[in-house]
Every structure is written in structure tokens, then in C-alpha cells.
């Protein structure tokens, strides 16, 4: 498979701060491990000069710890639609696929990983969500699918109406596109949305108006998709790695 990732590292997460703890959200450690360092672990089938790290708050710790790999600067936190732009030099005339996910994400398999990239290059896809759902309250994108369950577009939490919030369908927020589809997406992305920011959920609906292949890979997340933002989270997340060791 001719495939690169772009992991987006960039945040702060304010809610992990605490008087002793002053570093990026990924570089809080579970289990003596930073979290990007078990999605960097999960993504092994991927060479890592072909793993990019988008980092920001604090980049200097990131590329200090795992400078082995390439990483990309996004200099504002505009969104996640910005911080793939921030790695789109990595990927012009990359003739393969590129999957994107979150470094705060830990729990989320390499076997997931790879059944992704599977069905997207089975299906010849130009994207692929994955997609499910998860017994956890988590506040994530609803996936709206039309009446034959052909994929429509991805509804961010937020921007739902009542009725898209009760689909139980989950967008993880892991992607996988032909590189030069989501080039030409990422020109797309707007900021017309409540939190003024450039919605990588935003490009698989794009996709589909090109009139290209958006397809899903469904499964049950349960906890695999938790990302870390609260200090909840992070204990929680320790729970799940602890009892897989």
C-alpha cells in the first residue's frame, strides 16, 4: 500500500494543564508512555519518513522526543481542516493515499488502522471514514447517510440539529484519501460554521460533490476512540492500556 499519515499534534490541551504539567497534550504520558507515542506505534506498517506530525504548542518537546519523524508547523489552531493544510507540502505529487488521525487517540489499534487502509484500497476509494459507534458519551461528528446508506456528509456535534443527534453512527475523525482529492478539498474548506474553523469533516462531503468514492469503514469503536482532552479522559484511557498490557 502506497500510503502516508499525517498526525495532528498540535493542541495544548488546556483542560490537562496543571501547575506541574506545562507541555503538549500529546506528551502526556499513560502508563510512562506519551499518547503520540502509542498512535506512532499503532501506525507501524507506515514507514516513518512517510508519518508526519503537525505540531504547535510547545513543538520543540515533540521534535525533541520523536525527531525521527517529519512534522509540519501549525502555527494557529484554526481547526483540523488548517492543520492538514499546515502538512500539504508533504503530500503535493504524492501518488498514493493518506491517512489522517489524532495523536491524543491511544487506543485505537494498529489492526484498526491497517482494516482502514485495507477497505479504502480495496473499494478504490478516493476517501474513507471510519466510522461507528461507541458506548462512551463522547461528542463527536454524526455520520448523515441517504436513503440507500451512501454516505452524505459528516454533522460536527455542535452544528446538529435534534434529529442528526440522535443518529448513532460516530465519525472517529480517521480518514483515509487519495492525496490529490484531498489537496484539492482542502482549497474547499470554509470557516462558515459556529466555531469559525476549517472542518476537516468538511472534505469527504467535497469529495462527494466531485462526484468521486466516499465510502465507510463501519465497525464498534467502543472505547478505541476516545481522544484525550480532560484529565477524565486521560484516567480512563490509563484504565484501557493497563488492562491490555
Avoid: W
Wanted: charged letters at 25%.
Amino acid at each position: 500500500m502506497n500510503v502516508k499519515a499525517i498526525v495532528l499534534a498540535a493542541g495544548k490541551g488546556t483542560r490537562l494543564q496543571t501547575d506541574e504539567y506545562d507541555a503538549p497534550k500529546v506528551m502526556r504520558a499513560v502508563c510512562g508512555k506519551p499518547l503520540l507515542g502509542y498512535v506512532l506505534d499503532a501506525l507501524g506498517f507506515i514507514n516513518k519518513e512517510d508519518i508526519i506530525i503537525v505540531v504547535g504548542y510547545k513543538k520543540e518537546q515533540i521534535i525533541d522526543k520523536f525527531g525521527d519523524y517529519p512534522t509540519a508547523i501549525q502555527a494557529e489552531q484554526l481547526g483540523t481542516g488548517h492543520a492538514v493544510m499546515a502538512a500539504a507540502e508533504h503530500i503535493e505529487g504524492f501518488d498514493g493515499s493518506v491517512l489522517v488521525c489524532y495523536g491524543d487517540m491511544p487506543a485505537l489499534t494498529r489492526g484498526r488502522y491497517e482494516e482502514l487502509a485495507k477497505t479504502h484500497f480495496e473499494h478504490q476509494n478516493d476517501c474513507t471514514i471510519l466510522t461507528g459507534e461507541s458506548d462512551g458519551a463522547l461528542a463527536f461528528g454524526r455520520i448523515v447517510r441517504d436513503r440507500n446508506g451512501d454516505f452524505v456528509e459528516v454533522v460536527e456535534e455542535r452544528d446538529c440539529t435534534p434529529e442528526q443527534l440522535s443518529i448513532t453512527e460516530l465519525n472517529s475523525g480517521v480518514y483515509m484519501f487519495r492525496a490529490s482529492e484531498l489537496l484539492k478539498a482542502l482549497k474547499g474548506l470554509k470557516r462558515d460554521n459556529s466555531q469559525g474553523e476549517y472542518y476537516l469533516t468538511d472534505a469527504p462531503a467535497i469529495i462527494r460533490e466531485n462526484g468521486l468514492k466516499v465510502g465507510l469503514y463501519h465497525c464498534n469503536l467502543g472505547d478505541e476512540i476516545i481522544g484525550v482532552n480532560t484529565l477524565e479522559q486521560l484516567a480512563q484511557v490509563e484504565e484501557i492500556l493497563t488492562s491490555k498490557q
